[in-house]
């Protein structure tokens, strides 16, 4: 017999559907915030105009500028007290150091064309008596934003893969285990619930690894300017930037709908290992999508995943019927493996 829609599943659509408009509701009221704080400076009044022009035009190409706040992520920065072209000169200088963790502010920009190591010294102070100068290059090695979405930004990139690697690792030895003691285990792709949610959450990983690394290829100034002025906002930002936010709000939306359905069809073991192999599955994702894209291989793979991954939800995974006798799933008709009664 064919299947009926079932109430229940309604009611797990309608949950995603409320989760996200309140989560699209949400991000709008963000577009009223604007975070200027950091340019406040620039439109100081005792400023000349040729003086805001430089500091704007600073922005523009290194997106940040006066009143910046940094915190020290390495273990120290060495400061000069003195000017830098004292330094230059060969004079007497002075210097301090700052430790990690240490808040900093940018209190002043100078361009030296004469230096020759970094023409660009920015001055930092710690509190109001403490001031110093570092070279630009220097200095943005070892600091990060003041921000909590740029600070996860840093960490992340620094120690992603040794995480996924070891998520994979973990998952690998559970699915062995699994596939030793029953030889059922459930996977995305392969032997999967009947659900398009993992599916889909899986593309949507790629599709953003993806754009991620086209982002970083394409319009490296972009993510510059979002790294440093990050905001969870999409409609706020550039139309790439605005498209990669939204695929972020998309994963999360779909990853509650995800856990929503596994618990619905599955026991708690079973579902707690499932997903963890969708977690697998996302991992190796972003991972083979982020780093071939960088080298063009990435599109042309990504369309092959998305029929592949389609392909084997609709044609394999899908569950079409429903046994007539005691309400059994059934991907095809004939007789049931849960009573034993035929379908036809």
Request: net charge neutral; charged share 20%; with cysteine.
């Amino acid at each position: 017999m064919e299947k009926g829609i079932h109430i229940s599943s309604v009611s797990r659509f309608a949950k995603s559907l409320m989760v996200m408009v309140c989560v699209l509701f949400m991000a709008s009221l963000t577009s009223c915030y604007h975070k200027s704080a950091n340019l406040g400076i620039v439109m100081n009044d005792t400023l000349t105009e040729h003086q805001r022009d430089s500091l704007l035009s600073f922005r523009a190409k290194h997106h940040y500028s006066r009143n910046f706040n940094f915190i020290v992520k390495s273990d120290s920065i060495v400061l000069l007290r003195q000017q830098p072209e004292e330094q230059m000169s060969n004079l007497v200088i002075d210097s301090f150091v700052v430790r990690k963790d240490d808040n900093i502010v940018v209190a002043d920009i100078k361009i030296l064309p004469a230096d020759s190591i970094d023409s660009v010294w920015v001055q930092v102070a710690k509190d109001q008596e403490t001031f110093g100068w570092v070279h630009e290059k220097t200095l943005l090695k070892r600091v990060v934003p003041d921000d909590p979405i740029s600070q996860f930004i840093s960490t992340f990139s620094d120690t992603h893969i040794l995480i996924f690697l070891t998520v994979i690792g973990i998952i690998a030895v559970c699915y062995t285990l699994r596939f030793i003691m029953k030889r059922k285990a459930r996977l995305v792709h392969f032997h999967d619930i009947d659900s398009f949610y993992p599916t889909l959450l899986a593309l949507l990983v790629s599709a953003s690894a993806a754009l991620y690394a086209s982002i970083q290829m394409f319009a490296p100034d972009a993510w510059q300017e979002f790294y440093y002025n990050p905001t969870l906002n999409p409609f706020s930002v550039e139309p790439l930037l605005e498209i990669f936010l939204i695929s972020v709000w998309a994963m999360l939306i779909i990853g509650l709908a995800v856990i929503e359905d596994v618990r619905y069809q599955l026991p708690f073991g079973e579902a707690i290992l499932y997903l963890f192999g969708l977690l697998s599955v996302c991992a190796i994702d972003y991972i083979v999508f982020s780093i071939t894209t960088l080298y063009y291989v990435g599109y042309p793979l990504l369309l092959v995943y998305c029929y592949f991954a389609i392909y084997r939800h609709f044609r394999r995974n899908r569950v079409r019927y429903v046994c007539g006798n005691c309400g059994a799933k059934l991907h095809r008709k004939g007789r049931c493996p849960q009573c034993g009664a035929l379908n036809e």
